[in-house]
T-cell receptor, first 110, second 114 residues
Framework: LAKTTQPISMDSYEGQEVNITCSHNNIATNDYITWYQQFPSQGPRFIIQ???TKVTNEVASLFIPADRKSSTLSLPRVSLSDTAVYYCLVGETAGNKLTFGGGTRVLVKP | DTGVSQDPRHKITKRGQNVTFRCDPI?????LYWYRQTLGQGPEFLTYFQNEAQLEKSRLLSDRFSAERPKGSFSTLEIQRTEQGDSAMYLC????????????FGDGTRLSIL
């Protein structure tokens, strides 16, 4: 699976937009980009997945440039409860093991 | 609640004891995965099943570890002769197996070895 690189941590304030960029230079043609959120003592929670351009759901948006070598998860108007670790994964998620990196620890401050 | 369910949530045992964890996946999901997560790290893949067949095992899964999914529904993960290094969160996930359907995780079993 393609290796990903993302910031170790980010701080933000309530009401702001948080953008987390993930680099995946070796992404393969069949790979999708998937983001998970994890709170302490809980399992990772699926946030969003995309292949190219832009994907939006009720929680986040995912921006993927044409070369697909990076992607940006956008969390609009974060609240304190968005404090968590966010993982970027790249690969064929169907039936395949997921390879997690260290994730990005997002701290939302009042 | 129709999510992935894991039992127990916490397990404390003495070194050398055997432990068994259970995972109940989302009912229509035919793929089931086990991961291990230590403090401050992302989850690491251990093994996965499609229905009752165990299709892949990580090198992390030593011979003290065994996983089963006898009827293609729930799964168990057993660790024999536990060691200090086995202390971790053991996560189960399931997916529908359709192309690029995401894996959905349970909240894990936290194992502490005394």
């Amino acid at each position: 699976l393609a290796k990903t690189t993302q910031p170790i941590s980010m701080d933000s304030y309530e009401g702001q937009e948080v953008n987390i960029t993930c680099s995946h230079n070796n992404i393969a043609t069949n790979d999708y980009i998937t983001w998970y959120q994890q709170f302490p003592s809980q399992g990772p929670r699926f946030i969003i997945q995309g292949y190219k351009t832009k994907v939006t759901n009720e929680v986040a948006s995912l921006f993927i440039p044409a070369d697909r070598k990076s992607s940006t998860l956008s969390l609009p108007r974060v609240s304190l409860s968005d404090t968590a670790v966010y993982y970027c994964l790249v690969g064929e998620t169907a039936g395949n093991k997921l390879t997690f990196g260290g994730g990005t620890r997002v701290l939302v401050k009042p | 609640d129709t999510g992935v369910s894991q039992d127990p949530r916490h397990k404390i045992t003495k070194r050398g004891q055997n432990v068994t964890f259970r995972c109940d996946p989302i009912s229509e999901h035919n793929r089931l995965y086990w991961y291990r997560q230590t403090l401050g790290q992302g989850p690491e893949f251990l093994t996965y099943f499609q229905n009752e067949a165990q299709l892949e095992k990580s090198r992390l899964l030593s011979d003290r570890f065994s996983a089963e999914r006898p009827k293609g529904s729930f799964s168990t993960l057993e660790i024999q002769r536990t060691e200090q290094g086995d202390s971790a969160m053991y996560l189960c996930a399931s997916s529908a197996g359709q192309p690029n359907q995401p894996q959905h995780f349970g909240d894990g079993t936290r194992l502490s070895i005394l």
